[in-house]
Nanobody, 115 residues
């Protein structure tokens, strides 16, 4: 079992920055793919960014060039640096850990971008 705890959300003005963190329990963090998803009110949850166990990253088109996902295996933590935030980035952001048939989710952290 893997437990994920997100932090770093909050209220920011458009154009500002936030860094989300996701701390994972367990000893298998380094072999898991990690990702950030988000869900805005009335919308489906969508993938924002993913990083493989080997460090390969991919991003949703809507955040390319603005968001950066990274991981620190020594700290069992994955980060999402969000720059040039827009009101449409407002959502609850969820951390995800994936390996094989197993998916684990955090409780989510609210990000609100004011115009």
């Amino acid at each position: 079992q893997v437990q994920l705890v997100e932090s770093g959300g909050g209220l920011v003005q458009a154009g500002g920055s936030l860094r989300l963190s996701c701390a994972a329990s367990g000893s298998i963090f380094s072999i898991m793919a990690m990702a950030w998803y988000r869900q805005a009110p009335g919308k489906q949850r969508e993938l924002v960014a993913r990083i493989s166990s080997g460090g390969t990253t991919n991003y949703a088109d809507s955040v390319k060039g603005r968001f950066t996902i990274s991981r620190d295996n020594a700290k069992n933590t994955v980060y999402l640096q969000m720059n040039s935030l827009k009101p449409e980035d407002t959502a609850v952001y969820y951390c995800n850990a994936h390996r094989g048939f197993n998916d684990f989710w955090g409780q989510g952290t609210q990000v609100t971008v004011s115009s």
